[in-house]
T-cell receptor
Framework: DVKVTQSSRYLVKRTGEKVFLECVQD?????MFWYRQDPGLGLRLIYF???????EKGDIPEGYSVSREKKERFSLILESASTNQTSMYLC???????????FGQGTRLTVV | QKEVEQNSGPLSVPEGAIASLNCTYS??????FFWYRQYSGKSPELIMS????GDKEDGRFTAQLNKASQYVSLLIRDSQPSDSATYLC????????????FGSGTRLLVRP
């Protein structure tokens, strides 16, 4: 079974802090994604990576950056956390562009 | 117009009935389509993928795709209370590479 693991289930951070969300997949997938999910808005794509050190912006990249130094690991960085970044963050991976994505368990981030 | 549109619901059906969930998408070059189920507080899990026009059946689930009408649906036969969840439609979108884009989901309630 594909396993996508996010480093934290719940996080509480203060406004202005730099926040790192980590994601690891064990299936040698090429693609990795970061989404945020908010009530009524569904899943919105923040960033996407199709190879090591390669990244592309999704629909809502402002205030975020990403890092993919190794194939199995994809990190989401909030440079200076703000209260409007309070959300559920979901990491996913897929084998290629045409195949299904598998999700981690999610990180519920609260910025106070 | 949203790229992937779903009726937010809730769609309420009695136990044993057929639940019909619908999704439209705007990108004509999309090739891959997915249905995910998400229970409250959990991450999305894949139910079905479909790539060609027509029907694809898997147990109680049938996915239907009509690329000409840019429409994909999910039928759940013999609905059970355990099917009560939010169903997310996902479509791959070409934007220098394929990215997986989600609708906002339809909430399904199956009444015992």
């Amino acid at each position: 079974d594909v396993k996508v693991t996010q480093s934290s289930r719940y996080l509480v951070k203060r406004t202005g802090e730099k926040v790192f969300l980590e994601c690891v997949q064990d299936m040698d997938h090429e693609n990795m994604f970061w989404y945020r999910q908010d009530p009524g808005l569904g899943l919105r794509l923040i960033y996407f990576s199709y190879d090591v050190k390669m990244k592309e912006k999704g629909d809502i990249p402002e205030g975020y950056s990403v890092s993919r130094e190794k194939k199995e690991r994809f990190s989401l960085i909030l440079e200076s956390a703000s209260t409007n970044q309070t959300s559920m963050y979901l990491c996913a991976s897929s084998e290629d562009g045409d195949t299904e994505a598998f999700f981690g368990q999610g990180t519920r981030l609260t910025v106070v | 117009q949203k790229e992937v549109e779903q009726n937010s619901g809730p769609l309420s059906v009695p136990e044993g009935a057929i639940a019909s969930l619908n999704c439209t998408y705007s990108d004509r070059v999309s090739q891959s389509f997915f249905w995910y189920r998400q229970y409250s507080g959990k991450s999305p899990e894949l139910i079905m993928s479909i790539y060609s026009n027509g029907d694809k059946e898997d147990g109680r689930f049938t996915a239907q795709l009509n690329k000409a009408s840019q429409y994909v649906s999910l039928l759940i036969r013999d609905s059970q209370p355990s099917d009560s969840a939010t169903y997310l439609c996902a479509v791959n979108r070409w934007d220098s590479s394929y990215k997986l884009i989600f609708g906002s989901g339809t909430r399904l309630l199956v009444r015992p």
